[in-house]
C-alpha cells in the first residue's frame, strides 16, 4: 500500500507550490481590476422641503458623490424615489436648475442653495468626490414627505452603469 502512494508523496510539494501560484495569480488579477467596476458611492446630506400646495411638495436634496473607480463617470440619467409613509414609492419629478434657481430666490425660507445642480452630462472625474444637489417635485403633502420611509436617488451613467445613493447610508 505505501508503495502505491509513494508517487503521490513525491509530487505532493510541486502540487502545493502549484496551488500557491494560482493563487496568488488570481489575487493579482483581482487587485489590478479593483478600480474597473464604474460606480458612484454617495449620502444624501441634506433634505429640505417646501409646500406648493396641499398635494405637492418640492423638495430639495443635497448630497455627495464619490467616483472610487480608474474611469469618468458621465452622468445620463437621474430619477428620484420616495417611500411615503404607507409604502407605497412615489417617483419624484426632478427639477431643472434654472427653475431650482427661482425657487430660491422666490422662497428664502428653503435657505442657500449650497450646491450645483446634478445635471445631465455632468462629468466626475476618477477619484473625484463631489457635493450636487437636485430639487424634485412630489405630489405629496409635505407632512408625507418629511414622514418618508425611504429616499433614493438613482443616477445611470452614459454607458449604463447605475448607481444608487440611498438616505441614510453612509
Do not use: C
Not at 429616499?151 to 438616505?167: K, Y
Request: glycine content about 6%.
Amino acid at each position: 500500500m505505501r508503495k502505491a502512494l509513494e508517487p503521490y508523496v513525491k509530487l505532493a510539494p510541486f502540487v502545493g507550490i502549484g496551488l500557491v501560484v494560482v493563487a496568488i495569480v488570481i489575487a493579482w488579477i483581482l487587485y489590478m481590476q479593483r478600480g474597473a467596476k464604474i460606480e458612484l458611492l454617495g449620502s444624501i446630506q441634506k433634505v429640505r422641503t417646501l409646500p406648493l400646495d396641499e398635494n405637492s411638495t418640492a423638495t430639495v436634496l443635497d448630497f455627495r458623490m464619490h467616483n472610487p473607480s480608474d474611469y469618468s463617470y458621465v452622468v445620463r440619467k437621474v430619477d428620484v424615489t420616495m417611500v411615503d409613509p404607507s409604502g407605497q414609492t412615489q417617483e419624484g419629478m426632478v427639477v431643472a436648475d434654472l427653475d431650482a434657481k427661482r425657487l430660491f430666490d422666490y422662497y428664502p425660507v428653503l435657505g442657500q442653495k449650497f450646491n450645483e445642480s446634478l445635471i445631465i452630462r455632468t462629468k466626475i472625474k476618477p477619484g473625484q468626490t463631489i457635493d450636487r444637489m437636485l430639487t424634485v417635485r412630489f405630489e405629496a403633502p409635505e407632512k408625507s414627505v418629511q414622514q418618508r420611509k425611504d429616499l433614493r436617488i438613482r443616477i445611470e451613467e452614459v454607458d449604463g452603469a447605475v448607481s444608487e445613493i440611498v438616505e441614510g447610508q453612509p
